[in-house]
């Protein structure tokens, strides 16, 4: 019998509103001791994503840039100071969720098999994905939750037998 979504996925979602200021989902994240969560607008409605790796990325760019490369030490200098006090005076200005979150959401009904869903992770490069059924989230798999499948004895050998 094929392993299929319900039977491995995360039942309790922990969404955050779009609002949040950028620490607060921060904050929210390690409490949780989780990496991303969903997004919700303001009638609840699961809008996109947000993850440690969209903070990073957003902190990194402010504090980045490709032309760096070509520029004079001298250049680059001044370059890092006007970042400094950008990136400084950004920072009273609070980054909502809205602005650093993946705007996409993919999912797949709760009878979606396990290793199709293996296939679209890996295909889209994605560590959670939601679950639906009449197209309302039920719940999530994370790249935690596909760990479960090979580490239970019984779920991977469901999975070998069924191709």
Wanted: aromatic residues 4%; glycine residues 4%.
């Amino acid at each position: 019998m094929t392993v299929l979504a319900f039977e491995i996925m995360t039942p309790s979602i922990k969404a955050v509103p779009q609002s949040w200021t950028m620490d607060r989902l921060a904050r929210f994240l390690t409490d949780n001791e989780i990496t991303g969560s969903p997004v919700t607008d303001g009638d609840g409605e699961i809008v996109g994503i947000a993850t440690l790796k969209d903070i990073t990325e957003f902190r990194w760019n402010a504090t980045r840039s490709d032309a760096d490369r070509h520029l004079t030490p001298e250049e680059h200098q001044e370059a890092r100071r006007l970042r400094m006090v950008l990136f400084e005076e950004m920072g009273k200005v609070p980054v909502e969720v809205r602005d650093i979150m993946t705007p996409i959401v993919l999912s797949v009904d709760e009878t979606t098999p396990v290793r199709d869903i293996a296939n679209i992770m890996m295909r889209e490069h994605l560590h959670r994905i939601f679950v639906t059924r009449d197209a309302k989230i039920t719940g999530i798999i994370t790249t935690y939750d596909m760990l479960k499948v090979i580490s239970d004895e019984e779920l991977t050998q469901r999975c070998a037998r069924n191709d």
